[in-house]
């Protein structure tokens, strides 16, 4: 049993317990793409939303002309009420391109676009479709303590699978990188980023007021912009992260277009956007060769831990991905995260209006 605290306030599953949470009052968004289409870690995830009846579920969907239709049809199996959200139909991207917001299309664009909706309810869930060990419990658990004294939280997770550790850009690249940091910067905002246990978490919860006020990435980089946007907003006290149990997700290969490599560029620049938010100017000539040195102690340890818990435990391979990832420390470039919803000359009901106008012509054309 381990209840040990972080700087921000860490909730344990002790018990098993599932507390009571406002669920009547939240919206739950479930980004997908088109490989999540009746795959069976989103229809768990589906059918298991089915049971806890939040007040809202949008899908913010990404997806070509001629799989839309299959998704509709799809959900209309499920006793849910899913507002399908297309994102990346003609006349949604002719609205957002009008509003100065067009630009690179991936998942933090299709959150942030999902965000102005759900946001009419009082709290927002956001998690990913793809978790094979989806349960009841995590929308609650989430959503709970949104209803005391918190306005953020995020869950945390276990990812052992196959006999192996995974989470491999979570604990290889982020961790280390920022306990680099750390070690060079006296800076609040890198013991708030160091105080959550999975950092790239894509489960997380809000109030609406808090979801009005994201700037996500466009692309990879969501989940550590979330993190410094909450930081900026609510800080250490209005902050919790939940334990979520042990998670199976979908693995992605280190190398391709989708793979982990090119995930690592999105994700180091987001956590560089949020340092220099706060004020922090990292020495870039160096870094890599610190988070390198930082990277090969924590190898150290995953290995042990490992060992004592019975897994295999590849340390070269570890070492291979570590120097992968450090090529992807790279000096700040252009900010390009979607404005916030307090921000923007959009208004949600634009944005599902135009949506509704792609679906409408997709099942014409199907």
């Known amino acids: 049993m381990e209840y040990v605290q972080e700087r921000v306030t860490t909730l344990h599953d002790l018990t098993g317990h599932v507390p009571d949470a406002p669920t009547d009052r939240a919206a739950v968004v479930v980004p997908m793409t088109e490989r999540e289409y009746a795959g069976l870690a989103a229809e768990r995830v589906l059918s ?34 899913v507002d399908l959200l297309w994102c990346n139909g003609p006349t949604l991207r002719t609205l957002l391109s009008d509003a100065g917001v067009s630009g690179a299309m991936g ?10 909706l759900a946001a009419s309810e009082e709290f927002v869930v956001v998690h990913d479709a793809d978790a094979k060990t989806y349960s009841r419990a995590h929308v609650p658990r989430l959503l ?18 196959n006999n192996q ?7 290889l690249f982020v961790a280390p990188l920022i ?3 750390v070690a060079e910067h006296d800076a609040p905002v890198l013991d708030f980023l160091a105080a959550f246990r999975y950092p790239l978490a894509g489960e997380f919860a809000v109030t609406s007021k808090l979801a009005r006020h994201l700037r996500p990435q466009r692309q990879w980089g969501l989940e550590l912009s979330t993190l410094g946007d909450a930081f900026g907003a609510v800080g250490f006290t209005g902050a919790a ?12 290969a280190v190398s391709g277009p989708t793979g982990l490599s090119e995930m690592s560029h999105g994700v180091g620049q987001a956590l560089l ?40 435990y590849d340390r070269e391979a570890e ?33 599902w209006d135009a949506a509704q106008a792609d679906l409408a012509q997709a099942r014409d054309e199907d």
């Open 48 to 81: 298991t939303l089915e049971t806890v009846s939040p007040a809202r579920v949008v899908v913010p969907l990404r997806a070509s002309a001629d799989h839309v239709e299959d998704f509709r049809d799809w959900f209309d199996t499920f006793d849910l009420d």
């Open 107 to 116: 998942k933090g664009r299709d959150v942030w676009l999902a965000l102005g």
């Open 144 to 161: 709970s303590p949104l209803a005391g004294e918190f306005e953020f939280t995020k869950g945390y997770y276990a990812r052992v699978e």
């Open 165 to 171: 550790l995974y989470g491999r850009l979570a604990r």
């Open 179 to 181: 306990q680099a940091l």
């Open 241 to 252: 992260q939940v334990d979520l149990g042990k998670h199976e997700h979908d693995h992605r």
């Open 273 to 312: 956007q949020v340092l220099a938010d706060h004020d922090v100017t990292p020495d870039y000539e160096s870094l890599p060769s610190r988070y390198e040195e930082v990277a090969y102690e924590f190898i150290r340890q995953y290995g042990a831990d490992a060992a004592f818990n019975g897994l295999d």
């Open 319 to 351: 070492r291979e991905q570590v120097s992968v990832y450090a090529a992807a420390i790279e000096p700040l470039s252009e900010d390009t995260r979607l404005p916030s919803w307090d921000e923007s000359s959009l208004s949600p009901d634009e944005v």
